[in-house]
Structures are given as C-alpha cells and as structure tokens.
C-alpha cells in the first residue's frame, strides 16, 4: 500500500492533502476494505469508542460507559446524549443497531470482523445499546474502533453498498465533494461533539506516483507527504535539512508466502531451509534504506505476546544451516532445489522488484537453490494467490485491529486463511487460536499466541521479514501531526503556523 501527501494551508483556511497510488475505494464501511479509505472513514465517522490519539489505549467515542459481562459475552454501552449526524438528523441507539444489521445484511468484505463475533446487537432504550457475542471476546473493544461498527447517516441504503455515497457518519469532519480518483473535499463537522478540528477545510488530491509528489513537495505547492514516499526520497529529504521528517512506528508487517500443497515447498524442510538463508538486515538496509526494522515473527514487535522465534531457531543469513536443511530434504550443488517467487510489481510500492531479487540473491547464495522471479498486477495476484497457484510469494498486512489475534488467526486457523493460499492446516493450532479468542486474561492469553510462534517457526508456511516504520514529511511550519500505533493520521490535529 503506497500513500500521499497533505498540504495544510494557513489555520482556518484550508488543508489540502495529495495521494499517491493509494485510491479511497468505498466510502460505504459496510464494504470498504482497504487502509487509506479506513483513515478517510476515521475522519468522517467515529465509532463507540476510539483509540486517545498517538496511543493503544481506548477512550469513550460515541460512548461515554459501557460495561461486560463477566464471561465478556455481552457488552452494553451508554451512548452520549444529543449527537448528531453532520447533517443536522438526531443519533440515537437505533442508529447503531440499524448499521451493525446492515453490515450484516450487506455481507462485503471486512463483514466477517461483525459476523464472526456479534449473534445480534438490541437498543434497550435510545442511549442504551447492548452487543450480544457469540463467544467470549476479550478485545471486542479493539473490534469497535474498525468502520465496520461505525454508525452511518440513515441515508445510507439499508441493504446496498454505496460505494460513492457522500453522508459519513458522526466524525470531526463532513464530505463537502468527491469526484473519484481525482478529489475528495472534507470540511469540519459543525455538529461534532468533541474538540473542533484545527483546520477546517481538508482537500485530499490524487497523484499517479512518488516522484511527482516528492516534487511537489520540494516546490512547496504541498506541506505534507504521508503514504507514501519511497526509501531513498525520504532519505534525501531528510538529508537536505530543509524539511521535518517525522518517524511512525508501523503495524504493518511483510512476509514470504510458502505454499504447503505443492512441491517443492511442501516439503517442511525446503521451507526451513529459504527461513535460514534469509538477511533481513541486509533486506531493511539495501532495499528500505533503513526506513523498516528486521522481523522474526508474525505478530509485531512492541505488541505483547512477541517473540523473535524465527530469530532464534534460524538466525539471519545461516548459509550453514540451510544448506544441511537442504541435503536433509535431498538437494545439492548438482541437484538444486529449484523454485519461483512472485512478486507484484505496483500494490507495494516501487521497491518491491528490488526486494525480490535481493531474495533470489540471498538464497542462491547457498550454492542449492536457483530461482525464477515472476510478478503480476494486484487482481491477477491476489486471484492466484486465492486458487493456491503460486509458490513462493509476497505479502504485506496492515491490521483490522489491533491484537495479537489479528497476525496469527487469519494467516495460521485453517477456517480464516483460504485468502493466502498457503494451505496451511495445523489442527493443534486451530485449537489454541480459538481458545485464546475466548480467554479475557491477557496473560493466559500471552502464553497461547508464544506457544502458536514456536509452532509457526517449526512449520514455516510464512517467513516474516520486515515491520513497517512510517514517515511523515512535512514542511517546516505545520504542526501538530500525531499518528498513534492504530497508523491512522486523524487530520483535525494538524495546522500551518506563519
């Protein structure tokens, strides 16, 4: 996912922010699924509760209380007294009920973070809903903060995705014009509750690629890029001292795909063997240009649970060890293991045909193992990727919420990892991811996701590689920008000073 830029104009007067190959695709959050239209609908729409800005820790939204049941199976909320949507039309709790069922009648793509938790969601009163679960959920609160809970504009058709429709929600700003691919207007929301936004008018452009936008930029016809810069542009603009360049912790995470169906990667030797031979200081520093860290396990460092499994069972670039790996699995100097790696040339960003060859490089290195790079557009990747077509691959996550459960459920449970492709099913696996999904003790919890990422090392169907950082650019007179580690820049913060 690549992003765009901001560009505030003095206070009061207006915000303009430019994007790159990022595109909004739904402002309906019944069917939108992608990063930057979740940061869109964060802006004109807030949910019951809401992550405080540049933390993890949760804070009333639309809900001023709420309270669990002891076995967190039922959760009732206690909305805030006379909002509105930015319309002007009152929000009551049956706004609520009416836009949780639609997500569920509708069916689109993020539909499974209701679905697979909510039995049926009631308003007691018009200030009292209450969440019925289908089992215990000891992050249903995390859940809450993802668009698809968010209340929308009765406006909305009920049992229809509209993908262009311009009502929103109840957020710090309201949609003013949208034509898309080319401008999205926001304006601050005169029936907001809380804090007014600190620049009223924000107009969003779409660029076509980085380097029009790092010109843009440099000739100060913008004040911020955000989503996003490549490696060596951040680098420069960095170095030439003339602009703030601002450091994100990311959650996004990237990894190598291993299809455990096929041979040769069927064989859990062979994918032990590509885990071993892999440098990812060599990755984070010739293909990012230090602009991400080394990663050894699926769930991200800085979130509890983490472990460095891959760290400590293979190392970084262990020639030795993959080669043994490899002999076990029958392969040598004369006999190589012979393998494709897919990668796909513009959903990530321009980096990552590099990234690609600087694995086939760090595997041939082993002297047992000869690699064919092939790639393909986004819709013809995921297809392949889908069907189980492809071998070895590339893929990135950005996640729904924020929980340990979020980068092991949908990658390792055989029921929730049909998208990836990898045809990976360890029933032991299945087993305690479901039982951590229904323990509220996070420690207990901890124990479960550690036991899961020793598991993981051992099988190999994924290969983590690098955690995202992200960079913000900005010239030197705006202020006020605050990303938390949600990755969500909410823009009512930010300002242009002089």
Request: with cysteine; charged share 25%; hydrophobic share 35%.
């Given at each position: 996912?690549?992003?765009?830029?901001?560009?505030?104009?003095?206070?009061?007067?207006?915000?303009?922010?430019?994007?790159?190959?990022?595109?909004?695709?739904?402002?309906?959050?019944?069917?939108?699924?992608?990063?930057?239209?979740?940061?869109?609908?964060?802006?004109?729409?807030?949910?019951?509760?809401?992550?405080?800005?540049?933390?993890?820790?949760?804070?009333?939204?639309?809900?001023?209380?709420?309270?669990?049941?002891?076995?967190?199976?039922?959760?009732?909320?206690?909305?805030?007294?006379?909002?509105?949507?930015?319309?002007?039309?009152?929000?009551?709790?049956?706004?609520?009920?009416?836009?949780?069922?639609?997500?569920?009648?509708?069916?689109?793509?993020?539909?499974?973070?209701v679905t697979s938790f909510v039995k049926k969601v009631v308003a007691k009163?018009?200030?009292?809903?209450?969440?019925?679960?289908?089992?215990?959920?000891?992050?249903?609160?995390?859940?809450?903060?993802?668009?698809?809970?968010?209340?929308?504009?009765?406006?909305?058709?009920?049992?229809?995705?509209?993908?262009?429709?311009?009502?929103?929600?109840?957020?710090?700003?309201?949609?003013?014009?949208?034509?898309?691919?080319?401008?999205?207007?926001?304006?601050?929301?005169?029936?907001?509750?809380?804090?007014?936004?600190?620049?009223?008018?924000?107009?969003?452009?779409?660029?076509?690629?980085?380097?029009?936008?790092?010109?843009?930029?440099?000739?100060?016809?913008?004040?911020?890029?955000?989503?996003?810069?490549?490696?060596?542009?951040?680098?420069?603009?960095?170095?030439?001292?003339?602009?703030?360049?601002?450091?994100?912790?990311?959650?996004?995470?990237?990894?190598v795909c291993l299809n455990t169906k096929v041979d040769p990667t069927k064989?859990?030797?062979?994918?032990?063997?590509?885990?071993?031979?892999?440098?990812?200081?060599?990755?984070?520093?010739?293909?990012?240009?230090?602009?991400?860290?080394?990663?050894?396990?699926?769930?991200?460092?800085?979130?509890?649970?983490?472990?460095?499994?891959?760290?400590?069972?293979?190392?970084?670039?262990?020639?030795?060890?993959?080669?043994?790996?490899?002999?076990?699995?029958?392969?040598?100097?004369?006999?190589?293991?012979?393998?494709?790696?897919?990668?796909?040339?513009?959903?990530?960003?321009?980096?990552?045909?590099?990234?690609?060859?600087?694995?086939?490089?760090?595997?041939?290195?082993?002297?047992?193992?000869?690699?064919?790079?092939?790639?393909?557009?986004?819709?013809t990747y995921t297809d392949y990727a889908r069907k189980g077509q492809m071998?070895?691959?590339?893929?990135?996550?950005?996640?729904?919420?924020?929980?340990?459960?979020?980068?092991?459920?949908?990658?390792?449970?055989?029921?929730?990892?049909?998208?990836?492709?990898?045809?990976?099913?360890?029933?032991?696996?299945?087993?305690?991811?479901?039982?951590?999904?229904?323990?509220?003790?996070?420690?207990?919890?901890?124990?479960?996701?550690?036991?899961?990422?020793?598991?993981?090392?051992?099988?190999?169907?994924?290969?983590?590689?690098?955690?995202?950082?992200?960079?913000?650019?900005?010239?030197?007179?705006?202020?006020?920008?605050?990303?938390?580690?949600?990755?969500?820049?909410?823009?009512?913060?930010?300002?242009?000073?002089?």
């Amino acid at each position: 996912m690549s992003g765009g830029l901001l560009h505030p104009r003095p206070k009061g007067r207006g915000f303009q922010k430019k994007k790159v190959t990022d595109k909004v695709t739904d402002i309906d959050p019944a069917n939108a699924y992608d990063f930057y239209t979740w940061e869109v609908l964060n802006n004109i729409m807030e949910g019951l509760v809401k992550y405080k800005p540049g933390t993890l820790e949760i804070e009333p939204g639309l809900a001023e209380s709420w309270e669990a049941s002891n076995n967190s199976t039922v959760w009732t909320f206690h909305l805030r007294k006379g909002l509105k949507f930015d319309d002007g039309t009152p929000f009551t709790a049956k706004d609520v009920v009416r836009s949780i069922n639609r997500v569920m009648t509708i069916k689109g793509d993020p539909s499974w973070l209701v679905t697979s938790f909510v039995k049926k969601v009631v308003a007691k009163d018009d200030y009292t809903v209450v969440f019925y679960l289908k089992h215990p959920t000891a992050y249903f609160l995390a859940l809450l903060t993802t668009p698809p809970y968010f209340p929308v504009s009765p406006k909305y058709d009920n049992d229809k995705i509209d993908s262009d429709a311009t009502y929103g929600g109840i957020g710090p700003y309201k949609i003013v014009k949208w034509v898309r691919d080319q401008e999205l207007v926001l304006e601050a929301n005169p029936y907001y509750y809380g804090e007014k936004p600190k620049t009223k008018k924000i107009i969003i452009k779409f660029y076509n690629d980085a380097s029009t936008m790092r010109l843009a930029l440099q000739n100060g016809e913008i004040d911020i890029a955000w989503r996003t810069l490549r490696p060596t542009d951040i680098k420069s603009l960095k170095n030439s001292g003339k602009f703030n360049v601002i450091e994100v912790p990311g959650a996004f995470i990237r990894y190598v795909c291993l299809n455990t169906k096929v041979d040769p990667t069927k064989n859990v030797k062979v994918r032990q063997a590509l885990a071993a031979a892999i440098d990812r200081k060599e990755i984070s520093n010739i293909v990012f240009q230090g602009t991400v860290e080394p990663l050894y396990s699926l769930i991200p460092n800085g979130m509890w649970s983490h472990k460095d499994v891959f760290k400590t069972k293979y190392g970084d670039a262990n020639l030795d060890l993959a080669k043994s790996l490899l002999k076990e699995a029958g392969y040598s100097e004369s006999n190589p293991l012979k393998i494709t790696l897919w990668y796909t040339p513009t959903h990530y960003g321009d980096t990552e045909a590099s990234l690609a060859q600087v694995l086939k490089s760090e595997w041939e290195k082993t002297g047992m193992i000869k690699v064919t790079i092939k790639s393909a557009e986004w819709n013809t990747y995921t297809d392949y990727a889908r069907k189980g077509q492809m071998m070895v691959y590339l893929l990135g996550w950005y996640p729904d919420y924020l929980d340990p459960d979020d980068y092991t459920t949908p990658f390792l449970d055989s029921n929730a990892n049909s998208w990836a492709g990898t045809g990976y099913n360890n029933t032991q696996v299945n087993k305690l991811l479901e039982k951590a999904q229904t323990i509220t003790d996070q420690n207990q919890r901890a124990q479960i996701y550690e036991q899961v990422q020793d598991i993981l090392a051992q099988d190999v169907p994924y290969i983590p590689l690098i955690q995202g950082k992200l960079f913000v650019v900005t010239q030197k007179s705006v202020k006020g920008v605050v990303i938390g580690p949600d990755m969500i820049f909410h823009y009512s913060t930010v300002y242009k000073t002089g």
